[in-house]
T-cell receptor, first 116, second 115 residues
Framework: QQQVKQSPQSLIVQKGGIPIINCAYE??????FPWYQQFPGKGPALLIA?????SEKKEGRFTISFNKSAKQFSLHIMDSQPGDSATYFC???????????????FGQGTTLQVKP | EAGVAQSPRYKIIEKRQSVAFWCNPI?????LYWYQQILGQGPKLLIQ????????DSQLPKDRFSAERLKGVDSTLKIQPAKLEDSAVYLC?????????????FGPGTRLTVT
């Protein structure tokens, strides 16, 4: 079964720090690697996404770095704020075909706490 | 723009009972998803609808779970009979046809506790 492995499980940083969340995937073809942010009592919300032919993408304080050869991608949050405290999920969207229906595969999640 | 609506928000039932969840997607969104999110894990897709047709239900435990999307709008997910391991948050999401499938909008979820 296709998997996306996410680490760490939890992370605590001080305000202004740069938390880094890592994900690794297995041998398969993927079209997109999105990240979602989830606050308690809410559903996940799309944060940023990257295609596998791009090595880095920035949107505001959020940056995705992608290493195709290592099959790894990571989320960096610049100048982190207490309001960024949430659970973050990486995901991978398999390319349709060869038995794949194009459904998202989520990582296990990382709970981030940004201390004031 | 109104978001994805789900009800109830919380439900506690005993094992072997039945339960139903309701979802109203964002207006105009043709694709609707039901996910199961067990505590400490990422969401797992149970079923995906395109309008009122099923696109993928490969991970739906069909012996106890059922879902329908009448008229291609609202959807209900039912569990009958419930087991202890069904305790989870059930998320509904929707997306526009033609959008990237990762561009999904999630509802707040229904937290189910089976005792």
């Amino acid at each position: 079964q296709q998997q996306v492995k996410q680490s760490p499980q939890s992370l605590i940083v001080q305000k202004g720090g740069i938390p880094i969340i890592n994900c690794a995937y297995e041998n398969t073809a993927f079209d997109y690697f999105p990240w979602y942010q989830q606050f308690p009592g809410k559903g996940p919300a799309l944060l940023i996404a990257i295609r596998p032919d791009v090595s880095e993408k920035k949107e505001g304080r959020f940056t995705i770095s992608f290493n195709k050869s290592a099959k790894q991608f990571s989320l960096h949050i610049m100048d982190s704020q207490p309001g960024d405290s949430a659970t973050y999920f990486c995901a991978a969207l398999p390319r349709k075909g060869s038995g794949n229906t194009g459904k998202l595969i989520f990582g296990q999640g990382t709970t981030l706490q940004v201390k004031p | 723009e109104a978001g994805v609506a789900q009800s109830p928000r919380y439900k506690i039932i005993e094992k072997r009972q039945s339960v139903a969840f309701w979802c109203n997607p964002i207006s105009g969104h043709a694709t609707l998803y039901w996910y199961q999110q067990i505590l400490g894990q990422g969401p797992k897709l149970l079923i995906q609808f395109q309008n009122n047709g099923v696109v993928d239900d490969s991970q739906l435990p069909k012996d106890r779970f059922s879902a329908e999307r009448l008229k291609g709008v609202d959807s209900t997910l039912k569990i009958q009979p419930a087991k202890l391991e069904d305790s989870a948050v059930y998320l509904c999401a929707s997306s526009l046809a033609g959008q990237g499938p990762y561009e999904q909008y999630f509802g707040p979820g229904t937290r189910l506790t089976v005792t």
